[in-house]
C-alpha cells in the first residue's frame, strides 16, 4: 500500500508564510497525482489544490489562488504546498493525497496522510 507522511506544519501569524511536504514512505513505480485537502474542527473536508506528475497541470480553490502553490519534485517524490499571505481562516488540518489524476474531489483520491496542523494566529 502507499503510505504518505505530511510534514511543515506549525503555529504563524496572520500575514506570514509556511511550507508543507508530503512524501511517500514506500518506492513504487506508479504515477500519481497529488492533492492538498484541509479540514477544520467541526467542519468538512476542503479542497486546496492539486497537481498532475507529468505535465504540470495544478487547480487551486478560489480562496488559496495567488497566495498557495503546489508543486513536486519528482526525483525525491515529493510533493509540495507552499503557504503565503496566511489568514486565520486557512487554520485546519492539512492532508496530503494521491489519486490517478489531477482533481478537486477527494472521493478520486485512493491514499491519504494523516495531516499537519497549521494554525495562524491574528
Known amino acids: 500500500q502507499v503510505q504518505l507522511v505530511e510534514s511543515g506544519g506549525g503555529l504563524v501569524q496572520a500575514g506570514g508564510s509556511l511550507r508543507l511536504s508530503c512524501t511517500s514512505s514506500v518506492r513504487t513505480f506508479a504515477n500519481f497525482a497529488m492533492g492538498w485537502f484541509r479540514q477544520a474542527p467541526g467542519k468538512e473536508r476542503e479542497f486546496v489544490a492539486t497537481?498532475?506528475?507529468?505535465?504540470?497541470?495544478?487547480d487551486y480553490t478560489d480562496s488559496v489562488e495567488g497566495r498557495f502553490t503546489i508543486s513536486r519534485d519528482n526525483a525525491k517524490r515529493m510533493v509540495y504546498l507552499q503557504m503565503s499571505s496566511l489568514k486565520p481562516e486557512d487554520t485546519a488540518v492539512y492532508y496530503c493525497a494521491a489519486g490517478p489524476f489531477v482533481s478537486p474531489r477527494d472521493q478520486d483520491y485512493d491514499y491519504w496522510g494523516q495531516g499537519t496542523q497549521v494554525t495562524v494566529s491574528s
Open positions: 497537481i498532475s506528475w507529468s505535465g504540470g497541470s495544478t
